[in-house]
């Protein structure tokens, strides 16, 4: 809110509590002050007009790796991401990546498989938004299996997607820093199944023994 708006606020109360005749009673001097003061800027509104400008990181992965973005507060947040998945899965394969947001601002990292890991710290450092985190997942462990588990980690705020698919990360950016403002995962509909796509559906989830 500028300032010119924060003063026009505090005073149309007292307006509204007035005639038409009371408020052009107004002595001119006074109300000369009024317009005045209301029209000043705050020194700080120059940072209104910075500039911000989104952009388009494409995560670099093979076709069929799964992965899952979102945004944590801590850098004990490595730890405790790692933890928890040979916790929850063992003999797990993964690599994370984790944007410090203040200090050092480093990439920091883990991971139980050194390919997956080198992943992770080359998309972390591409998207370069304060907090976020970036984790690849090798076979035979899916999103599903342990994505329950990373939201119950303390530090973790948001997840943005669990997927294998083609994806972009929607990036805002100011002369302060970066923000992920969302994901792109996958393509669009090509329309609305039908009975024998329901039966497919099904059928699918059964080969991969999640239904009787």
Request: charged residues 20%; proline residues 5%.
């Amino acid at each position: 809110m500028t300032a010119s708006s924060r003063v026009f606020l505090a005073v149309f109360p007292f307006l509204l509590t007035k005639s038409s005749h009371s408020f052009w009673a107004i002595p001119v001097r006074t109300y000369r002050h009024f317009v005045t003061t209301i029209s000043l800027k705050s020194s700080d509104e120059s940072t209104m007009s910075s500039p911000f400008t989104t952009s388009l990181v494409d995560i670099d992965k093979p076709a069929d790796q799964n992965c899952i973005i979102g945004t944590t507060h801590f850098i004990k947040t490595v730890d405790d991401i790692h933890e928890a998945l040979v916790s929850s899965v063992p003999g797990i394969k993964f690599g994370l990546g984790f944007c410090e947001a203040s200090g050092d601002r480093l990439v920091r990292y883990s991971g139980t498989d050194d390919a997956l890991t080198e992943l992770a710290k080359k998309n972390a450092l591409s998207i370069a938004c304060g907090h976020s985190f970036i984790l690849f997942l090798g076979p035979p462990t899916f999103p599903v299996h342990v994505l329950n588990t990373i939201k119950m980690v303390p530090e973790v705020c948001t997840i943005y997607c669990a997927t294998a698919n083609q994806l972009q990360v929607i990036v805002g950016e100011s002369p302060k820093g970066r923000c992920i403002m969302g994901v792109i995962d996958g393509q669009t509909p090509l329309g609305v199944e039908s009975e024998k796509d329901i039966q497919a559906r099904r059928e699918l989830l059964k080969d991969f023994g999640y239904k009787l």
